[in-house]
């Protein structure tokens, strides 16, 4: 997943396996909107202001992407979505692995991510999801400090047409439009 395409291939022909550059050109989903965060420069320890808790601080929900506050936890967009859809996860705590959780809180984490399902399910209508979380910088986490889910809607033929559609795919809804759309949604049942 990580290796770029480039480096599968020089790798193949250096190493004669030819084979080996089709697992790393699959299932991989081309989001050129992410080149902003990843071009940014990784923040430092000083600047190290969580920005769910930053959010979670304020009153406007809309401009942090708050869709839903619980009990326990809530929902964000992704600023930065892999997908259509992208939503994050958290406890309202800043707490940094599943360890620190009381059972309220992984209970309402749990709920929650089934609750987006749901509404992700009934207005976008997904063929999938990945669901994960990463856990240390060198897994990926860009948030270190603050457990977080990661929910990731699919659809069947949303990876793998890189090379048919190269720069042609954009992103299919505005954050602000999805924003909307789910706070409309994210309180009924069907
Ligand atoms: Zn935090």
Known sequence: MLESRAGAVKRARTTNQFRRVEPAMMDRLWAPWRLQYIAAPPPTAEAGVCFICRGLAEQDDRRNGIVLRT????????????????????????????????????????????????????????????????????????????????????????????????????ISQSLESLYDLLVATVNQTR
């Open 71 to 170: 009990a326990e936890s809530a929902v964000l967009l992704n600023r930065f979505p892999y997908n259509n859809g992208h939503l994050l996860i958290a406890p309202l705590a800043h707490k940094p692995g599943f360890s620190e959780l009381t059972d309220p809180e992984r209970l309402d984490c749990q709920r929650l991510i089934e609750r987006m399902i749901d509404r992700l399910t009934a207005v976008l209508h997904p063929d999938g999801f990945n669901i994960g979380v990463n856990l240390g910088r060198v897994a990926g986490a860009g948030l270190p400090g603050h457990l977080h889910w990661h929910v990731v809607p699919r659809w069947n033929g949303d990876t793998n047409f890189m090379p048919v559609l190269a720069d042609t795919k954009v």
